[in-house]
């Protein structure tokens, strides 16, 4: 059986209308953890675009440093 897979990427965003996505990867990243610890709720959007546009080992990095408490981004 094959299964149908749905490959999504992020849509357009005129804050960063340059084809270098990296601080866009960032804000996204920032975004969704910001949205999870004040609501929890509705912040889908952003794990979608972050987890399309940044490399795996960056997520992962950042993940570390928010457990380590060494994270600079505010969130």
Known sequence: MSEEIKVETAKFDARFPNTNQT???WQNYVDYHSCVNASGEGCEYYKKV???LCPVEWVSNWDEQRE???????I
Do not use: L, P, R, V
Not at 68 to 74: E, P, R, S, V, W
């Open 23 to 25: 601080k866009n990867c």
């Open 68 to 74: 380590a408490g060494t994270f600079t981004g505010k």
């Open 50 to 52: 972050f987890q399309s």
